[in-house]
């Protein structure tokens, strides 16, 4: 097998590059459906803005699902894996405490995927937030109450 400039890295985990743009998906614990109350979903929107207000990342399009999260960002300070581990751990602590119960909200892991800058990101956007409505949650964007999106 030929030595790759690249395998340690890749062995060792995600490759995290800043001022990359990355759509980021993250599970709930068996698709528990914790976000179903709303107010549970606002403290991981809370999350989103604690990790943009650190300058972690510039957060340009996100949806809290009732069983997942799409997050749309711009890689500023830290690594993906960073970032996500301290979102999920913020979050769980304080859904935890909202839901008065204990044990694991999150799935391990997540998934990442690059954007290429040349990418209609307004496009993704518009994907990322219209979730609600493709699960026929609601019939119009604006009456999910947990998305937003830089351009919309």
Do not use: C
């Not at 709303?38 to 929107?45: E, K, P, Q």
């Not at 949806?63 to 300070?77: A, I, Q, R, S, T």
């Not at 496009?123 to 830089?150: E, F, M, Q, S």
Request: without cysteine.
């Amino acid at each position: 097998m030929p030595d790759l400039p690249h395998a340690n890295r890749l062995r060792a985990g995600r490759y995290s590059q800043t001022g990359q743009i990355y759509l980021l998906t993250a599970v709930t614990w068996n698709r528990t459906p914790f976000f179903t109350d709303w107010r549970a979903g606002r403290l991981v929107v809370d999350h989103f803005r604690q990790a943009q207000t650190e300058e972690w990342v510039d957060s340009l399009a996100w949806v809290v699902m009732p069983d997942h999260f799409h997050w749309l960002v711009e890689l500023k300070n830290n690594s993906l894996s960073a970032l996500v581990l301290a979102t999920k751990s913020r979050s769980a602590r304080a859904v935890n405490a909202r839901l008065e119960r204990r044990g694991m909200v999150w799935q391990r892991g997540f998934h990442d995927r690059a954007i290429r800058r040349e990418a209609d990101l307004q496009a993704v956007a518009r994907y990322i937030v219209a979730n609600p409505l493709r699960a026929g949650l609601v019939t119009r964007v604006h009456d999910y109450p947990l998305w937003d999106a830089k351009w919309l």
